[in-house]
């Protein structure tokens, strides 16, 4: 079993900057690749970032490439989202989530078997 607990969403601006921290327990960090996802009201839920066990392979959906970062330290059982230059449209509740069967299909959300509670992110204009 794998316990995920988002922080770090809140309300800011349009072109503000906030980081979203994810804490990750009960297995191998390591070992683990992880994702980040996002729901807006009455949407779906969207793939945003994903890095590879290491760190070094890193992927990101087109509407958040040259803003977002997703980055980890596996000392600290931890995967960040940083968010810069954010826009209205980035509203919606940021999910993290971990893969680790390493998925090839990784921006489908069944490509991952655990998912933390969710945390708010919400972009004024």
């Known amino acids: 079993q794998v316990h995920l607990v988002e922080s770090g969403g809140g309300l800011v601006q349009a072109g503000g900057s906030l980081r979203l921290s994810c804490a990750v327990s009960?297995?191998?960090?390591?070992?683990?690749?992880m994702g980040w996802f996002r729901q807006a009201p009455g949407k779906e839920r969207d793939f945003v970032a994903r890095?590879?066990?290491?760190?070094?392979?890193?992927y990101y959906a087109d509407s958040v490439k040259g803003r977002f970062t997703i980055s980890r330290d596996n000392a600290k059982n931890t995967v960040y989202l940083q968010m810069s230059c954010l826009r209205p449209e980035d509203t919606a509740v940021y999910y993290c989530?971990?893969?680790?069967?390493?998925?090839?299909?990784?921006?489908?959300?069944?490509?991952?078997?655990?998912w933390g509670q969710g945390t708010q992110v919400t972009v004024s204009s």
């Open positions: 009960g297995r191998t960090f390591s070992s683990i690749a």
């Open positions: 989530a971990a893969d680790p069967q390493n998925s090839g299909n990784f921006r489908n959300t069944w490509a991952y078997r655990y």
């Open positions: 890095i590879s066990q290491s760190g070094v392979i890193k």
